[in-house]
């Protein structure tokens, strides 16, 4: 029996649900009617990088959490093209950097983000033994926020 292959650019459940309750917006990326990718970007600043490990961040970043480019367009700078696009279409809301994070052994996408202008801000070390957890982050003082994040209404989040 033949399995029905998942589409490249499958969305998931978790993105949308996020997109209804105004955590996330998407932007896709068109040539003509192709599908060539899209990147989330997560409106609260304080960004979720891993369960259990939130970080905050400076006003004028947006997380960029998850990207996409479809196969037969990799390679060809269009992730950057996105970046530019995404600066562009949120400088009226302020934001005039993104920050992303991105898994040590994801080459790729290290090389693509910095194709695209990114530049390293720190580092962070999630280490799992047994029944300990430890985290440790390195940040360059000038992306530290240095002040905690303000909820919707005006109060510090803990
Ligand atoms: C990471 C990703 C979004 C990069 O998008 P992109 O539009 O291809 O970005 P770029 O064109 O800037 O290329 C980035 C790097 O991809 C690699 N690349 C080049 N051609 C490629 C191809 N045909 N297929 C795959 N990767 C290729 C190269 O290392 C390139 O860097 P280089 O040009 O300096 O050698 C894309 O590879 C992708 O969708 N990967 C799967 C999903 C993923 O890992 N997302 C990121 C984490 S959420």
Redesign the pocket.
Known sequence: MAMKKKPDYEIAQLDVDRVRMGIARCLVQWDGDQLT?YTWVWLKKLAYIADGFYLNLPDDAIYN???????A????????LRHVKLLELLRPDGIRQLFGF??SE????F??VR??GYQVVGELLIRKTGQRVQTRLRLNADFWPGKPVLDDMGCPMV
């Open positions: 990718g959490y998850k990207a996409l480019t479809l196969p367009y990799r390679g060809f700078g269009f992730q950057g991105v898994a994801n080459t790729r996408s090389r693509g194709k695209s």
